[in-house]
């Protein structure tokens, strides 16, 4: 990533373990990547406000799943939902996400100053400051019994094998809403960190899931 704007906020960021040390005074900046589309060749220019900037010391740039959600963009993240693309959609084109083992990443590098002119811009993140703390995710559970209202009204029969289907499907990771399965994932994936405010209130900040990744030969790995 390209830093094209640093906010003067900063964040202690610690990884998954307390041994493991802090990283003191991560800028919180605008940055900015290029992306080649694989199929028509051309490049975006993808815009993230409100990241954590690590510089040249970090290979892999990391994006919050959810921050990018809240400006209204799908995003699905969950490989194993068939009904959706595996990626992110917006602007009318979809930006296919690869894998590799258990990490999920976009393939991007460092745009040159010629690009930053004339390639297309996406913007994925919004400017506004971005506060994990007092973020209202989508409470599924009030709509839940209403999706399935007529499993309700049916018979016993009807309804034993429906709860058995449920347990077996919940069993097997399969048929859960994205915002679930993705909620584990993300608690099973990514450490957290500290932001401090203008108002020195200690904030926790969740880091990231899906990694901007620039391309080399050795195997990626996702640092946190």
């Not at 220019?45 to 740039?61: M, N, Q, R, T, V």
């Not at 595996?86 to 460092?110: D, H, M, N, W, Y």
Request: aromatic share 10%.
């Amino acid at each position: 990533m390209r830093a094209i704007r640093l906010t003067g906020q900063y964040c202690n960021v610690k990884p998954f373990h307390d041994k493991l040390g802090t990283m003191e005074r991560v800028p919180i900046a605008s940055c900015i990547t290029a992306w080649d589309h694989p199929s028509n060749g051309k490049t975006y220019i993808f815009f993230f406000h409100e990241c954590l900037y690590f510089g040249p010391g970090l290979d892999d740039s990391l994006i919050n799943p959810n921050q990018v959600r809240d400006f209204g963009i799908e995003l699905h993240d969950n490989a194993y939902d068939e009904g959706r693309p595996f990626g992110i959609q917006t602007e009318g084109i979809t930006i296919p996400f690869l894998s590799q083992g258990a990490t999920i990443f976009i393939e991007t590098r460092v745009p040159t100053d010629e690009e930053m002119k004339n390639c297309t811009g996406i913007q994925l993140t919004s400017e506004r400051p971005w506060d994990p703390q007092n973020v209202k995710l989508p409470d599924r559970l009030d709509t839940w019994p209403e999706l399935y209202e007529e499993a309700f009204d049916a018979t016993d029969g009807e309804r034993a094998r429906f709860i058995s289907a449920v347990e077996s499907n919940k069993q097997a990771c399969i048929g859960r809403h994205d915002m679930t399965y993705e909620s584990v994932f993300l608690l099973s994936s990514v450490g957290g960190a500290t932001w401090n405010r203008p108002s020195q209130r200690t904030l926790s900040r969740a880091s990231v899931s899906v990694a901007l990744q620039a391309p080399r030969d050795i195997p990626p790995h996702l640092c946190c």
